[in-house]
Each structure stands twice: as C-alpha cells, then as structure tokens.
C-alpha cells in the first residue's frame, strides 16, 4: 500500500451510473464507485465502473485524455475505488448505449490483491467462503438486488401498519424471564441479576394491549438459543410483530394478508430492476389466502406418505408432503391447543382446539399468529397446564388483572418472507450477516 | 372475577371516541375503551369511556335504556374493558358536544379494584411505582401521546432516509468483539464461544460502505453496560444509525440537520392532538444549525466558570454551561483526535484535531458522528494508538483492504431525541419498558 490516495474534496457524485443515458451525450458528469473490471490495451483502457445500482463503461484512449489521466488509468486494478469527471458519450456498441470519457480521475482507495472473493461472479464460491468475505460478496449486484427488495419490504409492511391505525413501539431486548418457558434462551448477567436474550415481543405486545396501545407493531431482533442448524433457522433474526386490540384470529389474520399482499404490490412497482437481477418473477396473489384446518393437514399429510397423528405437531416431512400439496401462501387454522402456547385462546365451541394459525408458503411457515386470551383466569390455568409456573410471569399476568381487551396478532420472520420473495432456498442468504450454531462473524 | 365476560364475537369498532362528533346526532356507532370514570346517581349513569384516541360520555338514563343495559352501567366499575352500541346524542353540555346513549352494551374484562395505579391523572405517582405498573401509566393520555409522537418520529426519520437514498439495514446485535474496546459490553456466552451484545452498529455500517450499500440506515436496540444511572442514560435504547459513501463529515451533518428539521415539520402537521395533550410548543429551527468549534466551547465552558482543559471531553457541569449559553440545535465540530473512537478520520490540515460531530440541543448530547478513517494503514495506527489490539478487530478490518471509499456517518439516540421533542427531563419517560441499573421488569 505505498499507493497515497486521494481525497474527496469538493468532489461528489452527479450521477449513479443507472441514471446515465445514451441521451445525455456530451453532458459532464461525476461516477464513483468500483473498478469491477479493467481491459488494457497499447492505447486505450477499458473500465467497467459499478455501483449500487449498476455499471458504466469508461473508455480511456491515450489520444482523447491528458497525461496524467492515461497514467491512472494504466494503474487502475480490479476494485479499487474510484471517482470519474467525465463527458457522456452515446455508443451503441457500449453497454447501456453510452459511456464516459474520463477528464479526472480520483483513486479514492486502492485493493489489496488478490481478491479472497470474486465480486464480478465470474468464480463460484462457497456460502462459507462469501459469508467470510461478506462484504465483497455483497457487491455481488444479485446480493445488492436481495437486500434492496429487503428494504422496500419493510418500508411496504410498516406503510400497510400505518394505513391500518398501528402505532410503532420497541419493547426491550432484555428481558428478566422467558416468554415460552426456559429452553432455546441465551442467558447473560446484567449486572446482579440474570437476564435473558428476548425471544419474541408476545408478552410486551400483549402489555401494550391492556395499555390501550390498540394496535401496535414492532420489527426488531430475536434472539433464539437453538441447536438445530438448517436452511431455515437463525438464532438471530428480524421479526415483524404486530398486536391488535377488540380483534379476533380472523382479523389479525386480514392484517397479515393485507400486508403480504400490498408487499408484493409494492415490490412489483418498486423494485422491477432488482427482481429482473434476481430473476423473480413475483405472482400476485390475491386475498384471501386459502385456509385449512389442521385436520385437513393431518388428512393430506398422511395421504401423502408421510404418518402424522392429530395433536402432532407438523414435521419437517409433513410440510414438504403439504407443500406439494399447495401453492402459493395459504393459512393452517384450527390448531389442537396443546401444542400451541400458553397464551393462544381455547375455541369456547371446542376447547381441545384454539384461535391459532400459521401462515404458510408452499412448504415453509413464515408467520405465526392467535387471538390471545385475555382472560386472566384461564390464562393462568393455561400456564400451568404447560407445566410453567405463573409466579415467573408475575409481570405480564398483572397486566390482565385491571382490565384486559380481547386481542390478536403475529409474527412474520422477515428473513422467512424474503426467502419466498427472493426465492432463496437458504435463509442466511437473507440477511446480511447471519449468526447460526457456528458463526458469529463477520 | 366470578364475573363472566362477553365476548366480543361479530362487534367491531366502527369509531374510535375523538371521531365522534355533534353532528352525527341521532347515528349508530359501536365505541370501544376502558371506563376512565363513572358517576352512579339513582336513575341516571354517565361514563366516560376512553380509547386510544380520546374520551367519550355515555349516558345511561334508567328511563331510555332497556333494564339490562341499566342494570349492566350500575355494574361497572373503573378500568373495566366495554363496548357500547348506541346512538350520537348532540349535546353542547357534554365534554366534545356530543354524548351516547347505549342500546347495548357488553362487558370484555372486568378490572380488580383497587388500582395499584390511578390512569385517570388524578392521583400523582412516582417513577418507580409508574414504571412498576408501565401497563396502567401508558393509559394516562399524556404517556400514550408521547409514544404516539415517538411513532410519527420514527416515521418521519425514515421517510427522510428513502428520500435521500438510503437502504434499511439489519445488522447483528450479537457480535464477536467490543466496537470501541472492551469496556461497557454486556458478555453472553454464544453455544461454545463468547459474545457481546451490540453497542452500535458502526463497525457493520462500515462494512456495508465497503459492500458498495453506498447509503445505509438502521433503527434498531443498542445495549450499554454502563454502571451510572443518570437521568439521560438507559442500558438499551434505540439507535438511529446512518452511514453514506463518497461523503464527509459536512454532508453527514447535513442529512442529520434534514432529519431533524423534517421531523420536528412532520410533528407540527400529524401530531397536533399530542402535541397539545403533552403542553408542547414545537419550535421549527431553521437550517444550517449552529456549527461551535470544539475551541470556542472550550471558551464558552471557561468564561461560565466551569473549568475545562483543552483536550478534554465536556464534562456533565460544561454540557450545562453550553446549555445555558447556546438556544435549540447546534453542532460541536473539531474535536481533538484523541478523544474520539479510533474509527474517526483526523484532519488532514491539523492531525490533532478530528473530523467528528455532536448534535446538542441546549446542554443535551442527542447525535455523534464523524467522517470516518477509511484508509487501512491509518485506521490500524489508530486502533494501536488507542491501546486496542488490531488482532480482535480483523473481520473489520479486512473490509478496508479491499477499496473502500471514503465515508461518514452519525447515531441519534431516538430516546434522547423524544426528551427534546417531548419536552422530558427523564430519558426514562420516552422509553416503554426502560432498563437501567436496577431496572429489568417489567
């Protein structure tokens, strides 16, 4: 690195390279970005520039340019970081139909060689090796691509929350007791005493309620102590939760469709050029999502070759046989209380079964929801009944005592909901820097 | 509780309180809320029943109403959950002029009396004991209009964000290594390895520079093991965090400066109603705010009789002082290099001094930001310099070998942002659920 860069000064972009066109012939203009590749001949060098959100050809023949600009352009290399002043210049044969003559160059930064990862595409690597090297596997325009669909999602869900009344809340991190009971927690000491990683808001949502909050929603962090290492695990991940007050399972269940399907809206308006990237073709589904029973899921599991007893859970191997079954998103309603939470309101017409559902996307669930009891009596015999003990949710039953609304809601896993969007098969490819059983860098 | 509840079956809300005017004398309406008072004479019941949005009288006349709706308005209690289907009565007596007459009414959950806490403002209460019942303090009109305010704010911020775009990012809050050295970390252990919770999102956004994500935001928890326990410090608090490329600390400034502005405009228009509930006079500074250097503070801190050393950071007496000289929003600019992290660029022209900021609003720090070292060679001289150890900060540092361009960026702390637009002299006041030294519940 004996290279002195320089500096920005009063230097600043005009232009990304998307926004230039074959129309723009002769105009000045400013680019920055990276050198994501470099072709020097005798008298001339070719630079494809890139940016976030896309690249530019520049053409440096020794003929048009000064001195000093053919020497920097002769010294560039594969991903340093450049600024370019330069004249548009229309060229049928370029791609895009235009490029720059360069009138200065600035190496804002110089890149060590060689690369631990090819950004251009060109070489395969494996998920281990890009995620090491993330942020050179994230200047991969198909990586750029998912996390820009990733923002427009969000931005898309919490407009759908505004529209509908919500109020956005942050409830804490930490927290002094489990949500679920004690398994799949990350324990740490906060000063004196032990506290524990939040697993879910579900119990602050549910305060908010008695707090009158009405309807709130909450994207934020949970955290999940789990063993198990799959596509479709994270211990870390985002959460999309809402909570809504004098509201029912078929409500909080509306909210949700309305949010995944003004989602694809949105990203079918916002977001052409990254799923054309990431070569998705999105299908707009239009609501209701079909709903079925979990009985009907017992039938069609075990008609399928795969054995499921009612008051089963659904096995990894009862959702690939249902999501061979189904298309698209649909719901699972009608749940056996027992292998639901605490928390989740028994049906008064058929108490065995409750107010749950989840949401399902062919074979993968991406949200899961309730209407909540409210009623502090049976709330505290459905504690029990779990085998938990009430006096460790001292808290949060307080909260039912002194005037507790009937009340619904879910939770969506962002990065579950970006698999589908993005149609990625690993769902740490859906979230920038993933933390599994074994990573916990970068 | 041998009371049993309605349920709430086919009823909704068609109106929340403050939607019901005068004018819709003699319409049907469902209301729903908790009752926030009630006054029993012999024939004659009023209620005022409260919601998110507002307060409502229902008038329960023994000769108007059916015998058990009467006998269901004698029954009520304070905090009881209710809906009320009845008829608007246009009455200039009644607090908003208007009042309802019940023709049904159903009672969803029934509060114990008394009260460990008085939602109705009537009986003042402590910190602590409001914290300990956060659930019946968030009901009191003047704390939901706050977070109704923090809400809009968030919103706002945001939309200033995509305007000049930035991508949302996730980072992870479970990282391997300390972000400006070992101190003030929560540890937890992270199945075989160590880890910390998250003190900022820096060296990630940094990293996303280098990915190319050009401009970044990110709201989300940060986690401080700080011991004091101040009236402006919280051990988890949210962060507004950005970072952009091709930038220095004057354009960071200047979207900080947008951010603001626009929110305290976005304010002024969308929360009226709260605004004027929390007694809050929002004032619209115009931009560029006030750039002090970090000289002329050390002056101003001198000349009010607080003694402060040139190279010092301003102690908790010269934030005062500041506060008592300066009005409204200003910058600290030109720092001494020395007491800010190690990820800060130093001025070319004065190596002493530094390219970092703070956003002050009187005596209050709510922002800190700076064009960062971008220059491998340097940014290991500083982290040396600082007495860290290049060795624990490899997966960050390895994002600077690669071309990284020059960038700057800032965090506004969203809680101590609310005490300013809030007009709150405890942090504790402008988060839900606070965490402090002593505090972990609810």
């Given at each position: 690195m004996d290279v002195k860069v320089d500096s920005l000064k009063t230097w600043r972009r005009t232009h990304y390279t998307d926004e230039i066109k074959g129309e723009m012939d002769g105009e000045e203009v400013t680019v920055m970005g990276w050198i994501n590749s470099i072709r020097k001949l005798g008298k001339l060098v070719f630079v494809i520039l890139r940016d976030r959100e896309g690249m530019i050809q520049i053409v440096i023949p020794k003929q048009k340019v000064s001195e000093e600009v053919f020497k920097i352009g002769k010294s560039l290399g594969r991903e340093d970081v450049v600024a370019v002043k330069g004249k548009v210049v229309a060229n049928e044969k370029a791609p895009g139909g235009c490029e720059i003559v360069p009138m200065e160059i600035k190496v804002l930064s110089k890149a060590h060689s060689p690369l631990p990862l090819d950004p251009s595409e060109k070489v395969p690597a494996d998920l281990d090796t890009r995620l090491d090297n993330r942020f050179l596997d994230l200047r991969r325009p198909k990586i750029t691509a998912l996390f820009k669909v990733k923002s427009e999602m969000l931005k898309s869900v919490r407009n759908t929350f505004y529209d509908e009344g919500f109020i956005e809340v942050n409830t804490p991190k930490l927290v002094a007791s489990a949500t679920e009971g004690g398994t799949e927690l990350f324990p740490l000491s906060y000063f004196e005493k032990e506290a524990f990683l939040s697993q879910s808001p579900q119990l602050y949502k549910q305060m908010l309620m008695a707090a009158g909050f009405d309807r709130v929603f909450e994207i934020g962090p949970?955290?999940?102590?789990?063993?198990?290492?799959?596509?479709?695990?994270?211990?870390?991940?985002?959460?999309?939760?809402?909570?809504?007050?004098?509201?029912?399972?078929?409500d909080a269940m509306e909210i949700l469709e309305k949010v995944v399907h003004n989602t694809l809206l949105h990203l079918k308006d916002h977001c052409k050029k990254e799923l054309e990237i990431l070569d998705v073709d999105l299908k707009i589904q239009d609501t209701p999502f079909p709903r079925l029973t979990y009985d009907e899921v017992v039938d069609i599991v075990n008609t399928k070759g795969v054995d499921m007893e009612w008051g089963e859970d659904l096995s990894r191997a009862g959702e690939k046989a249902l999501g061979e079954y189904m298309e698209g998103f649909y719901f699972i309603i009608n749940w056996p209380r027992d292998i639901r939470p605490f928390y989740t309101l028994p049906k008064e017409e058929d108490p065995k079964l409750c107010k749950a559902f989840d949401l399902m996307y062919r074979d993968l669930e991406i949200a899961s929801g309730a209407q909540r009891n409210h009623i502090y009596d049976l709330l505290v015999d459905s504690i029990k009944r779990m085998g938990l003990n009430p006096e460790s949710f001292e808290s949060y039953l307080q909260a039912f005592k002194y005037g507790m609304p009937p009340h619904a809601g879910w939770g969506l896993g962002a990065e579950r909901f970006m698999m589908v969007l993005g149609r990625q098969k690993n769902i740490r490819e859906c979230i920038l820097f993933p933390r599994d059983r074994h990573r916990l860098t970068p």
């Open positions: 949970i955290f999940r102590a789990e063993e198990h290492n799959t596509r479709r695990h994270l211990n870390e991940a985002v959460s999309i939760d809402c909570e809504m007050s004098f509201a029912d399972d078929r």
